[in-house]
């Protein structure tokens, strides 16, 4: 496999798998990311403070003090060669509650326009489905999807809002994702998940991770509601919307 | 008793930093931490605390404090003054002098002047703040309510509960603190630099850029001459890592400097990385500030942050005891000229005090 390296300072580098891209992509990267770890623990890699996973790329963050950059990037040079087709876990499918309904679906109406179609339809094609998580990044727990249905893929918005609401659900070219924490933001909006996505309580406090799927069901505005009261209160377990595929 | 320090106004955007939170970028979780770790570091020793241990970092204007079941000891690390005003209303207000450490009291308060020339400035806790880490820090990162207190910045009327301080210790001062250098900001190329000609390369470390209005912890926006990526390339990538320090030009062509809340992926070229001996010196850049951009390498890199290891090392050396100006302290100058340089930072009671009447 094609790979290239890249500096990003003196204290991180990138390696890139230019010809890869989606889900393809990510994979290979889950695959890389196993074999440097376990490299870790072997403890013939050293020094590293933090990994961080896109979908066709891995960059390794040294310690500048205690790593020596050379070695680390000779060591896992030599682990690029690896097929991506190590045994992988199966990861857990998500089916998540979205309102798609009046103040929740801000972009609805406008997506439907530009598809040529009705709001019940772009309901129906976002929702029905199953989307892979490509990367957690952006902003603690934010997934990003792949692949949106080609009918809905749409460029992002040409003035970003300032503030994309926490819990939305949106869309922007070949992707999904839902904002954990309100932010600004360019994708379209498309309805709103109760279910909190990050929680630093929580033994993995990112909910959904890579390699894992997605899938949304549509709720009312009242079920919408009440979800997200019963979580606020500590009444549900953000947990039990997953399962072992 | 527990001890703690009481916002009573939080000045422009004061938080609790320590070195930040690792290991989270895969779950999207930012970096955080001090902007300018050189002065946290030296504000820590100057308290005799851990290097990286949590202080109050406040950027362009300092808080108003008041200590509650002192004594606490502080240590100002910052390029300003300020006036601590006792309890008891018979005592005389002490301008505390920057890069010491003094008492205060219960019922004491602190106001710090505003900064002057540099934008972010430590009060650093002796006995740190009993706080929770939260994912293996106290830093604060306020988008997604982490660290700090609550997750928040700090507010009028919170409470920093304090460990409690070593009281006995004799107020001291970094005699030598690390000047800002004054050079280029030094950039490793990449990770995208083949996004741009050999030409644009040249003249993004020719041309000076102007620091905008722009400034916060997630990025510092610059604004000069456009830089242009090739338009075969474009300025629209599939996202790959970011860290502090990388320099990321979207469409418009002004560079902006991600910084330590930074998102952990991005879609925009990256130019170059800051190296890691230059970071503190972004945490110090004013709004106006002229600043320009040299590359070098790896090797030119890591020599550099030796020597500046051995600059904070010589900086943490100079810490001695606080000799009030106007009272002759024989022995305290005596001492200093004979052992200038070598003083062990471990033993402040190297100097035995001598300011006691």
Redesign the interface.
Known sequence: MKSRF?????????V?FPTL?GVDGARHVRALRSRIEDKMTAGEITGV???????????M?LD??SAD??QVLETVKSLTDGTSDTEETAGRLWTLPVCYEGDYAPDLSEVAENAGMTTDDVIKIHSDTIYDVL????????P?LAEVDPKLRFPRRTSPRIKVPAGSVAIANNQTAIY??E?PGGWHLLGRCPVPL?D?NRNT??LIG?GDRVKFTPVSTADYEKLLQDFDAGKLDATTYGEDA | MTTSLEILSPGLISTLQDKGR??????????AGAVDPVSLQIGNALVGNDAYTAAIEFRFMGPKIKAHGGPIRLGLAAETTAILTRADADEDDVEITPWRSFLMHEGDTLAIKPLKGSATGYLTIGGGADVAP??GSISTYA??G?GGLDGAPLKEGDHIPTHAARATEIDRVVTKPCPLEATPIR??????DDYFSTDTLTRFTAQPFTVSKDVDRMGIRLEGDEINALPEKGHDL??????P??IQVPGSGQPIILFTDC???GGYP?I?????ADMHRLGQLLPGAEIQFEFVD?KT??AI?KQQ?EQIEKSIASIAEYVEVGVINQNALYTQNLIDGIVDADRPDHFAGQLEA
Do not use: H, N
Request: glycine content about 12%.
């Open positions: 890249l500096m990003l300072g003196d204290s991180a580098f990138t890139e891209s403070l933090d990994l961080v996973s896109a979908s066709r790329s891995l960059t963050v500048v003090f950059f050379d990367l957690i990044g952006f902003q603690p727990g934010f990003f954990p924490w932010s990050f630093a406090p990112a890579p | 690792f290991g989270m970028a895969s779950s999207g979780v930012p970096r939260v994912l988008r997604a982490l950039v490793i190329a990449g990770p995208q599939i996202s790959d890592g970011s860290v320090g990388a998102q952990t992926v990256k170059g990385g800051v190296i890691a790896l890199a890591q942050l290891q």
